[in-house]
């Protein structure tokens, strides 16, 4: 019997390093997606590659995409990257970091990917606890994207099921980390920061940087990338 | 008070031709949106940006996208485009022509287009008729992503509503024809052919051909592009 197969979305971060170990836990040979689309912290391309080697995907690929030719959101555009001192400063509704439609841009070549790899399974770590701000991690989303990607694909038409698996969902950031550390994920492979130095060091001030360092503190862990700031 | 705006897919073939005639006929201000992603038939952008022009859109994007990273399709991979005498022949199922997830993929740019453009209103050139092949083009298909795009988007958080309009999903070929003549469409600037001839000319026997073909027939109007086989 053929193994079965997944599609996973991984930036190099954390959270889609998890999901990859959480995948490969579930017993699915991987297809990993990434996406350069003209984000500021395209290093973390680089450390994505890393990972899927380091974890053993089958395959990893990088579509380039152009986020920039529409603006709107600080991860793409020249709008300057909140800075705050503390996890519990950042302020609730939509973060200007929110880049318009993209989980939905890249859960849809997802699709595309898992039609053509003839997987039935699509991976992407939202989690819906430390970023409820952004519209499309909220399982209510994630549950209409699945409906509608089982309309939209040959397997809808022909019989299979597509789904949807966000297994982050409803997890802490320090539960994500003491999660992934259990599957033996490297952190030190994972980057985070939305605005990293010239030499790679994260900020440790962005919205995603005091996420990840309260996350580890939480979970009584050394976060073992390089920081700015101590 | 500021015109209501509308983001209108824009392929440069036919339907998409007189699907952003009636975007303007109903009122809109249109910022058109087409996509170079691997399309054997590229030279149709050329006819998409003189579309936009011609017909007076706000704004044109030309988006890359690289579906050929996964391939699948006759239309971006090293499949040959079926060619057959007459449109009567053309099979059912689904076509080798199908791209997979590509009407999910364009409109999650359209949604994000329309969100950092503060439109409300998407407009798409499906047609169910001609096309039942497709499982992207069905009825039940547009209405699930436009309820996705409502849980997606800040619209969806903070008020508004997003809008699918496929105006050409009812219509036949030579319908939608005179519509667009109606409308005074010029439709020397459009181009449907997916194999097009290396001098530009329409080959005539593939599906997107015979079924325009036989469209300006049946609307009794004389079709003005150029085509290898008279």
Redesign the interface.
Known sequence: MPPKRAVVLLSGGLDSATTLAIAHAEGYETHALSFRYGQRHAGELEFAAKLAKAMGAERH?V?????R????SALTAEIAVPKHERAEEIGGG?PVT????????F???A???A???AAEDIFIGVNALDYSGY??C?P??LA??E???N????A???GGHLRIHAPLLDLTKSEIIQRGLALGVDYSLTRSCYDPRADGASCGRCDACLLRRRGFEQAGAKDPVPYVTP
Request: no cysteine; aromatic share 14%; charged share 20%.
């Open positions: 690929v579509l380039a995409i152009d986020l030719a529409f603006g709107g939509i929110y880049v318009p439609a993209r989980n939905t841009i859960l849809s070549f699709l595309a990917f039609e053509v790899s519209p499309d909220r209510e989303y209409s994207f409906q509608m990607a309309l939209a694909t040959r809808g038409v022909e």
